[in-house]
């Protein structure tokens, strides 16, 4: 996600507060794995990093023609 508004780059006490806030609503409920950075001044700069994520691949079964599985 990210923050944008007019401005320097530069985390500001409403920022730091909009960062507490989604980390009391996003922490439980995804289970910490979400980012806030802040878009201003034509810049991008992070203001909470995931830990790090995964993404969970599944296989999928398809049928092939003549109704074998692959």
């Known amino acids: ?3 944008r508004r ?3 780059p530069v985390e500001t006490e ?3 507060e909009w960062a507490g806030a989604l980390h009391e609503v996003l922490d439980d409920a995804l289970d ?3 980012s806030l950075h802040l878009a201003a001044g034509g ?3 992070p ?4 830990p790090g994520f ?3 691949v599944g296989r ?3 049928r092939r023609a003549g109704g074998h599985l692959r």
């Open 60 to 62: 999928a079964t398809v």
């Open 14 to 16: 409403d920022d730091a």
């Open 47 to 50: 203001l909470v990093e995931s």
């Open 6 to 8: 007019p401005g320097e």
């Open 54 to 56: 995964f993404v969970r």
């Open 43 to 45: 810049r991008i700069e």
């Open 32 to 34: 910490g794995t979400w």
């Open 1 to 3: 996600m990210a923050l």
